[in-house]
């Protein structure tokens, strides 16, 4: 499965931070990683490093912040944030100018939570968000996963 992520991870890079920002992002830049401590947060924060992003540059985001220790002590940012509950995300958002935004596993209202981070990162003033959806989830059909990544 992290062989199919990584090959993933090179259109989300492309996207956060090779689209118009030279890497290392430039200074005024801050990237916002939601699900940090997970797989593909994870994968991705690593990326990010490896090409030379400071950890001061980057905002981590999780429901389990503590679990992104190891960033926190290179000076990146460890915020909590729920999308479930969007009242722990202007704190969690706040400083950041660009969003990977990693939807969250199957809830009830799983739309409503995507909406939520996504208003709360306009509202923050983050001026480019990055969406990892589901395959084909601009294809109408009978999948329910990819009906919840329409928004």
């Known amino acids: ?4 992520v990584r090959m993933f ?28 401590s997970g797989q593909l947060g994870g994968q991705v924060v690593e990326d990010l490093l490896a090409r030379g992003v400071r950890p001061q540059d980057l905002i981590l985001v999780s429901r389990t912040p503590q679990e992104l220790d190891q960033y926190a002590k290179r000076g990146a940012s460890t915020r909590a944030g729920d999308f479930t509950k969007p009242e722990t995300l202007p704190a969690a958002y706040a400083g950041g100018t660009r969003l990977l935004l990693i939807s969250i596993n199957p809830i009830p209202n799983r739309p ?3 909406k939520n981070a996504i208003d709360a990162a306009v509202k923050a003033g983050v001026r480019h968000i990055v969406y990892v ?4 989830a601009d294809n109408p ?11």
Do not use: F, N, T, Y
Not at 9 to 36: F, K, T, Y
């Open 112 to 114: 409503q939570a995507h």
């Open 9 to 36: 991870l090179c259109l989300v890079l492309w996207s956060v931070v090779v689209a118009g920002v030279p890497a290392p992002a430039a200074a005024q830049d801050r990237i916002i990683v939601s699900g940090a």
């Open 141 to 151: 059909g009978d999948s329910k996963s990819a009906e919840e990544h329409r928004l």
């Open 133 to 136: 959806s589901s395959v084909d």
């Open 1 to 4: 499965m992290l062989s199919r």
